[in-house]
Nanobody, 130 residues
């Protein structure tokens, strides 16, 4: 099993920044993809960004390209931590953000991505409002 714990959400004004963290534990050697999803009230869960363990490739939804950056901390003591740096936040970025992990390469923009990630965190609320 893999456990994922998100942190870093909160309330921020439009144009502001937040950094989300996702710490993985357990059978982390099984993980190939770590992705961030979000779900706004009344909307379906959507993929935001993902990073692959094997080659470090990163992918983003069009709605966040140029504003969000996903990265992985490779220091030995925190190497199972993935970050989502969110800049130039907009009110439409308001959602619960979830970290997820998959054993295979799963592109975050795939329509079936939400069904292909095997492990999920509990979510962290991000609210962008003045």
């Amino acid at each position: 099993q893999v456990q994922l714990v998100e942190s870093g959400g909160g309330l921020v004004q439009p144009g502001g920044s937040l950094r989300l963290s996702c710490e993985a534990s357990g059978f982390t050697w099984r993980i190939e993809s770590i992705g961030w999803f979000r779900q706004a009230p009344g909307k379906e869960r959507e993929g935001v960004s993902c990073i692959y363990s094997s080659d470090g490739s990163t992918y983003y939804a069009d709605s966040v390209k140029g504003r969000f950056t996903i990265s992985r901390d490779n220091r030995d003591n925190v190497k199972n931590t993935v970050y989502l740096q969110m800049n130039s936040l907009k009110p439409e970025d308001t959602a619960v953000y979830y970290c997820a992990a998959a054993s295979d390469m799963v592109l975050i923009t795939s329509p079936e991505a939400v069904h292909e990630y095997d492990y999920w965190g509990q979510g962290t609320q991000v609210t962008v409002s003045s």
